[in-house]
T-cell receptor, first 114, second 114 residues
Framework: AQSVTQLGSHVSVSEGALVLLRCNYS??????LFWYVQYPNQGLQLLLK??????LVKGINGFEAEFKKSETSFHLTKPSAHMSDAAEYFC????????????FGTGTRLQVTL | GAGVSQTPSNKVTEKGKYVELRCDPI?????LYWYRQSLGQGPEFLIY????????DSGLPNDRFFAVRPEGSVSTLKIQRTERGDSAVYLC????????????FGAGTRLSVL
């Protein structure tokens, strides 16, 4: 079975500081990996997706993530945090090559302070 | 509509009652997914439809949970004899059914079982 682990349920950064949210995956086959963001009382919005092409994936709102097979990681980064980035972030994994269920991590709540 | 629509947005019921939760996917999307998100957790997969048929129902927790999609568009998640442990946000997502596996989420239905 595929799974992801998100290290750190809460992360706090200052506005303008680097954002780093950690995700490690477990999969016996090459995976698809996703990062979603959830604002309060809203659905999940896709930030970016790894589909076995480029290992560095750029997403919306200045976020990017790098797929590192040797470390089984897919960490999410943003060079400079904005107040509007405060939200819950979820890493997810799925099988490749077909529409299928997503297996989500437990989420990381990002707080951005002045 | 432009996005995935879920109704109602909130549902309060009493233990033992029957509830139905509705999902209107993005027009033309053949894939439809149901997830359940408990407080402080990531979404957990329940069931996936491709067209009218359930392609994967491995996440349904027990036989009190059932979902249908009779015409390949709108889906209804049905919960019989509700229990307090069923309280959660139920999320619906839809996708084009392709190997890209991009899923677009609705805002969810918050179910509270008293």
């Amino acid at each position: 079975a595929q799974s992801v682990t998100q290290l750190g349920s809460h992360v706090s950064v200052s506005e303008g500081a680097l954002v780093l949210l950690r995700c490690n995956y477990s999969s016996s086959v090459p995976p698809y990996l996703f990062w979603y963001v959830q604002y309060p009382n809203q659905g999940l919005q896709l930030l970016l997706k790894y589909t076995s092409a480029a290992t560095l994936v750029k997403g919306i709102n200045g976020f990017e993530a790098e797929f590192k097979k040797s470390e089984t990681s897919f960490h999410l980064t943003k060079p400079s945090a904005h107040m509007s980035d405060a939200a819950e972030y979820f890493c997810a994994v799925s099988h490749t090559g077909t529409a299928s269920k997503l297996a989500f991590g437990t989420g990381t709540r990002l707080q951005v302070t002045l | 509509g432009a996005g995935v629509s879920q109704t109602p947005s909130n549902k309060v019921t009493e233990k033992g009652k029957y509830v139905e939760l509705r999902c209107d996917p993005i027009s033309g999307h053949t894939a439809l997914y149901w997830y359940r998100q408990s407080l402080g957790q990531g979404p957990e997969f329940l069931i996936y439809f491709q067209g009218t048929g359930a392609a994967d129902d491995s996440g349904l927790p027990n036989d009190r949970f059932f979902a249908v999609r009779p015409e390949g568009s709108v889906s209804t998640l049905k919960i019989q004899r509700t229990e307090r442990g069923d309280s959660a946000v139920y999320l619906c997502a839809s996708g084009d059914g392709s190997a890209k596996n991009i899923q677009y989420f609705g805002a969810g239905t918050r179910l509270s079982v008293l």
